[in-house]
């Protein structure tokens, strides 16, 4: 069962660097997601692409963080001059989506837990 | 405005012992209603989805829930729990379009041996 992989699963480091991170969807599906979740919460939506069209971002995504899908396949999420509120765990998740779909259901991936000393 | 409410940041139960884990929402649109498992240091697991079918859902690992129109509840209920149960649940209603999931804050379930 090839679910949805995400790379790294912890990654540590120094405030001031950049980070990526990538995910693997579910092969088939159209629709890709990043959420991040701080200890002790539920998910925030980041950002999501149908296909390789980045379709919305969330004001919480600021002009450090720069998200890519570019064939539709696997998505990186970078984090420029990381600060230690940047620390999280981030989650990707993918979805089938035909038409209006709004009921198909997110296949999340392990996380990549981030920590910024 | 969309929002889901879970009632109990903790619940605690002793093995064996029925689960009910509850969530209350409030939606203008016909909602699409989704719990999610967290396990320690893993993603999120759907256990079940509503969609507007049958108002009692059945979901993976023994779960289930009921979908309550006139009191805008979604409870997630389990007869006998597991000590493999123990996790962080989700509630989660999605507005029209996929993106927009409205997440509640979670419950921890503990159980007790």
């Known amino acids: 069962d090839t679910g949805v992989s995400q790379d790294p699963r912890h990654k540590i480091t120094k405030r001031g660097q950049n980070v990526t991170f990538r995910c693997d969807p579910i092969s088939e599906h159209n629709r890709l997601y990043w959420y991040r979740q701080t200890l002790g919460q539920g998910p925030e939506f980041l950002t999501y692409f149908q296909n390789e069209a980045q379709l919305e971002k969330s004001r919480l995504l600021s002009n450090r963080f720069s998200a890519e899908r570019p064939k539709g396949s696997f998505s990186t999420l970078e984090i420029q001059r990381t600060e230690q509120g940047d620390s999280a765990m981030y989650l990707c998740?993918?979805?089938?989506?035909?038409?209006?779909?709004?009921?198909?259901?997110?296949?999340f991936g392990n996380g990549t837990r981030l920590t910024v000393t | 405005a969309q929002s889901v409410t879970q009632l109990d940041s903790h619940v605690s139960v002793s093995e064996g012992t029925p689960v009910l884990l509850r969530c209350n929402y409030s939606s203008s649109y016909s909602p699409s209603l989704f719990w999610y498992v967290q396990h320690p240091n893993k993603g999120l697991q759907l256990l079940l989805k509503y969609t507007s079918a049958a108002t009692l859902v059945k979901g993976i690992n023994g779960f289930e829930a009921e979908f309550k129109k006139s009191e805008t509840s979604f409870h997630l209920t389990k007869p006998s729990a597991h000590m493999s149960d123990a996790a962080e649940y989700f509630c989660v209603v999605s507005m029209d379009s996929n993106y927009q999931l409205i997440w509640g804050a979670g419950t921890k379930l503990i159980i007790k041996p």
């Open positions: 998740a993918s979805s089938l989506a035909r038409g209006i779909a709004y009921n198909s259901p997110l296949h």
